[in-house]
């Protein structure tokens, strides 16, 4: 099968740890894994560097190409907007010479300039929203809303990454019958209960806390330092953002900073900064407890790459962790923004050594039983069949299309030269 992802702005070349997040690695994880079984896989994404060549093959049979849609430099994802149109005539050329049998979009941005690609050529699209405009914390340009909408009806499926996911789409129309929920994956080879090997920071407490991902407000990591304050003992361990030497500038690792120090904790939390691929199972392995503390969670990748590891996972009752953290087996869900009630659970699980132990031995299983990318790349591709045959003809107006297609162009032209 010859398969066209379009990821506008996470592009799969990146590293994940600073502004590199869960749209990347799923990108490129699927990607990979799809490749991996035969597929033709091409990823298209924005070119933001100068330097950046027209194609990439990557080992495994990857190609991603860079699209050229704007100025060829970083910009705000909220800035995008006014380039998707020319970002999707790239496409619809590129298409006119060789189509692709499938075209599958992340995120709604990415789902614009994939609509306006396929709509003259008849290729089917899968979107991927990843986050909505609807979540509490994701904000974006006003149309964002309207654009999801329009986006989730106009498709051929509709892949959701979390059932929470799934109950959005229905809310804003998206019939059920074209949603079909497929959970992240995690690479079970990599994130392993015996990967010791890596460099982990020395322990100053009895117990160890960690909390992963980018360094950013939504993460959550504040409830987490509130919660430290009602457990003696234990250190907080915060992995991810710029590396370790620049970490102390960032805006948000400043804002923790304070907090800390005002909550009095200061002297038992450590911000790591970026830390290598290589060491993170190792430093899953070197912690007690992994928290998970975000209000809304689009994927869930820390939770699974903590349960890989067989570590237990306290996680806020929210989004993707309703789909892999099973609460009282492999960890405990509690209300997000209540860190009280995260301290009470942080403590009673500390207190407990078996418990947490089965907890880790039972994430395990529940990761090799659901949550491999080979489980993923399963139930992928029965969507992308699902989205090959041709639907019966039309009736009624064309308006979803025609709206999708003039919001596309909003602002189309400068330095990339599309029209």
């Keep these: 099968m ?139 340009p006003p149309e964002r809303v309207g654009a999801e909408r329009l986006l989730g009806r106009a498709c051929r499926r509709a892949l959701a990454v979390s059932t929470d996911e799934a109950d959005a789409l229905g809310a804003l129309g998206v019939p059920a019958r074209r949603v079909s929920v497929v959970p992240c994956g995690v690479d079970a080879e990599h994130f392993h209960p015996a990967a010791d090997t890596g460099r982990t920071p020395e322990r100053r407490e009895r117990h160890r806390l960690l909390a992963c991902g980018r360094l950013v407000p939504g993460k959550g990591y504040d409830q987490a330092v509130r919660a430290l304050a009602e457990v003696p003992d234990a250190e907080l361990l915060v992995a991810g953002g710029p590396p370790a030497g620049a970490v102390a500038a960032d805006p948000e690792a400043r804002r923790l900073t304070a907090l800390a120090r005002r909550t009095g904790v200061a002297d038992r939390v450590r911000l790591l900064g970026a830390v290598p691929p290589d060491d993170m199972p190792a430093l899953f392995r070197s912690a007690d407890l992994v928290l998970c503390t975000p209000v809304h969670e689009p994927f869930g990748f820390v939770p699974l790459e903590a349960m890989a590891c067989a570590v237990p996972v306290l996680a806020t009752d929210a989004g993707a962790h309703r789909d892999c953290v099973a609460d009282g087996t492999t960890g405990r869900l509690v209300a997000p923004g209540d860190p009280a009630a995260l301290a009470d659970a942080v403590r009673a699980l500390l207190a407990e050594e078996r418990l947490r132990r089965q907890y880790g031995r039972n994430g395990r299983e529940r990761v090799l039983r659901h949550h491999t990318w080979a489980r993923v790349a399963d139930a992928v591709e029965q969507v992308y069949r699902l989205a090959l045959p041709e639907p019966p003809p039309a009736t009624g107006p064309s308006a979803p299309d025609d709206r999708l297609e003039g919001l596309a162009h909003v602002g189309v032209g400068g330095r990339d030269g599309h029209p």
Excluded: C, K
């Design 2 to 140: 010859r398969i066209a992802m379009v990821s506008g702005h996470a592009s799969p070349l990146s590293e994940p740890g600073s502004d590199a997040g869960g749209l990347n690695i799923y990108v490129a994880r699927l990607a990979e894994e799809l490749a991996a079984r035969g597929h033709d896989v091409t990823v298209h994404t924005r070119r933001d560097a100068d330097d950046l060549p027209a194609r990439v093959a990557l080992p495994g049979g990857v190609v991603v190409e860079h699209v050229p849609a704007g100025p060829p430099e970083a910009l705000p994802v909220d800035g995008l907007l006014p380039h998707m149109g020319g970002f999707g005539a790239h496409l619809a050329r590129v298409w006119a010479r060789e189509g692709p049998d499938v075209v599958h979009a992340h995120f709604w941005l990415s789902g614009l300039a994939a609509r306006t690609g396929v709509r003259s050529h008849g290729i089917p699209l899968v979107q991927t929203f990843h986050t909505l405009g609807t979540d509490t914390d994701t904000g974006g």
